[in-house]
Nanobody, 115 residues
Framework: QVQLVESGGGLVQAGGSLRLSCAAS????????MGWYRQSPGNQRELVAV???????NYADSMKGRFTISRDDAANTVYLQMNSLKPEDTAVYYC?????????WGQGTQVTVSS
């Protein structure tokens, strides 16, 4: 079973940037897609961005133009570059690896955006 470890979260002012990393314990090439999700208190976990094994990407509407997902297969790592952060982006961000019916989650990293 692959393990996913997120890093890069923290406290940032509105308008600032953060880069999240998700390091996998083994090759991510085997997975159909790697993604980032987030969950804030009282809300359901929601999709942020997904990147497939072929490099295709998909973003939630509110993240388009601000967030960029990328992957480094040699390093078994997926990144999320977040720019123009807003207070409503405050959440725990989770990395996800998906292979057909298998879903693997990381432990999450907290992102807090102050106004």
């Amino acid at each position: 079973q692959v393990q996913l470890v997120e890093s890069g979260g923290g406290l940032v002012q509105a308008g600032g940037s953060l880069r999240l990393s998700c390091a996998a314990s083994r090759s991510i090439l085997n997975f159909n897609a790697m993604g980032w999700y987030r969950q804030s208190p009282g809300n359901q976990r929601e999709l942020v961005a997904v990147i497939t094994s072929s490099g295709s990407t998909n973003y939630a509407d509110s993240m388009k133009g601000r967030f960029t997902i990328s992957r480094d297969d040699a390093a078994n790592t997926v990144y999320l570059q977040m720019n123009s952060l807003k207070p409503e982006d405050t959440a725990v961000y989770y990395c996800n690896a998906k292979l057909i019916a298998i879903n693997v989650w990381g432990q999450g990293t907290q992102v807090t955006v102050s106004s």
